[in-house]
C-alpha cells in the first residue's frame, strides 16, 4: 500500500503542482509591487519636484511682467510730463512709441539672456 504522505510530498515536487503555481503566483505578485513602487517613485515624486519649480517659475514671470508694466506705464508718465509737446496734440503717440521700443528692448534682451542660458545649459 502506497504511503499518502509519500504521494503528496511527490505532487508537491513535480513541476506544474499546485504549490509551485502558489508559488510563482506569490513571485509574480512581488514583481508586479516591486515595479508598481519603482514607477511611482521614478515618476510622482519627479513630478512633485516639477510642480514646484513651475510654480516659483510662474510666480516670478507674474512678479516680473507686474514690475515690467509698471515701469512701462512710468516711463510713458515721464515721457508725458517733460516733454509735454510729446502728451497732446498730433505728436502724443511718440510717447507711446517711446514706451512700445522700450517693452522691445527689454523683450529682446530676455530672449538673448534665454537663448545665451539654454547654449550654456546644452
Known sequence: MADPNRTADAAAQRPGSKADNAKDQGEIGEVIDLVKTYVRQETIGPLKGLGRKVGVGLAGALLIGLGL???ALGLLRLVQDKIPRLASGSLSWLS???????????????????????????
Do not use: D, H, P
Open 69 to 71: 508694466f509698471f515701469l
Open 96 to 122: 507711446y512709441l517711446v514706451v512700445v521700443v522700450f517693452c522691445a528692448i527689454v523683450t529682446v534682451f530676455a530672449l538673448s539672456r534665454i537663448k545665451k542660458i539654454e547654449k550654456e545649459l546644452n
